[in-house]
């Protein structure tokens, strides 16, 4: 996968995914601004606050997944 790939999940119409990286961990990506991307990082943000900085190199996956719910 590549940052592109994930750009192009942000453009249009958006749909929520999850990104899955190669030592099988999940990140939830419920809405665009969760994410944000450079050209040698993504960093997706948790809905606590926290962040997560992943290296494209080790992004195996991207898939729909369903909205969390809110509170």
């Not at 995914?17 to 943000?45: M, N």
């Amino acid at each position: 996968m590549t940052v592109e790939d994930i750009r192009e999940r942000l453009r249009g119409g958006f749909v929520p995914f999850k990104i899955r990286t190669s030592d099988g961990a999940e990140f939830q990506v419920p809405h665009r601004e969760f994410v944000f991307l450079t050209p040698k990082r993504v960093v997706v943000a948790t809905g606590e606050g926290y962040v997560n900085v992943l290296d494209p190199l080790h992004i195996v996956s991207i898939e729909e997944a369903r909205p969390l719910p809110t509170q």
